[in-house]
T-cell receptor, first 115, second 114 residues
Framework: KAGVTQTPRYLIKTRGQQVTLSCSPISGHRSVSWYQQTPGQGLQFLFEYFSETQRNKGNFPGRFSGRQFSNSRSEMNVSTLELGDSALYLC??????????????FGAGTRLSVL | GENVEQHPSTLSVQEGDSAVIKCTYSDSASNYFPWYKQELGKGPQLIIDIRSNVGEKKDQRIAVTLNKTAKHFSLHITETQPEDSAVYFCAASPLNNAGNMLTFGGGTRLMVKP
């Protein structure tokens, strides 16, 4: 069974550019969550999608956005990149939306470097 | 919102010794507490979790304890092995949260010396 796939694995951008990251969840999983991981702030929740609807949103500026397609694949977009956006962006998928009943499986992440 | 603090940030033990990682949380509404292990170049992987209606849970060499009154929970790894070396994260979430939003602790880098 294939795991959560994130593409690309590495990305280098310059300040002011925008970037789109992709996440393919495990087959049958309908919930996709995104997290930002940095040495200073740790793992922080960005947003979660279930059946193409955003269910939760973390405390990030509007430059961070996402969407989910009918096949449950998800993309997140960051516009007007800042140096502080350099991070490992992790995607996690689960079958449903109740954490205690649905294990979240994480992908290996996309490492974004903003120069 | 929820705030989770995790200690220590680094932990070095000899192979065969026990390791204990502690977390505290602030939101009394939190009642689901998972622990994740992250190896280099990989995403976090769930290793054990506990709900607030349970005080302790064990899975082979790994155990988690929860004290709801004090708002803290701990991960215990016995008979540590070199392959246990990784970064461990605790997290908290209210079960009635309409979604999969986790608040993570800052992480503990565990090093098991052979």
């Amino acid at each position: 069974k294939a795991g959560v796939t994130q593409t690309p694995r590495y990305l280098i951008k310059t300040r002011g550019q925008q970037v789109t990251l992709s996440c393919s969840p495990i087959s049958g999983h309908r919930s996709v969550s995104w997290y930002q991981q940095t040495p200073g702030q740790g793992l922080q929740f960005l947003f979660e999608y279930f059946s193409e609807t955003q269910r939760n949103k973390g405390n990030f500026p509007g430059r961070f956005s996402g969407r989910q397609f009918s096949n449950s694949r998800s993309e997140m977009n960051v516009s007007t990149l800042e140096l502080g956006d350099s991070a490992l962006y992790l995607c996690a998928s689960s079958r449903g939306t109740e954490l205690a009943k649905n294990i979240q499986y994480f992908g290996a992440g996309t490492r974004l470097s903003v120069l | 919102g929820e705030n989770v603090e995790q200690h220590p940030s680094t932990l070095s033990v000899q192979e065969g010794d026990s390791a204990v990682i502690k977390c505290t949380y602030s939101d009394s509404a939190s009642n689901y507490f998972p622990w994740y292990k992250q190896e280099l170049g990989k995403g976090p992987q769930l290793i054990i979790d506990i709900r607030s209606n349970v005080g302790e849970k064990k899975d082979q060499r790994i155990a988690v304890t929860l004290n709801k009154t004090a708002k803290h929970f701990s991960l215990h790894i016995t008979e540590t092995q070199p392959e246990d070396s990784a970064v461990y994260f605790c997290a908290a979430s209210p079960l009635n949260n309409a979604g999969n939003m986790l608040t993570f602790g800052g992480g503990t880098r565990l090093m098991v010396k052979p």
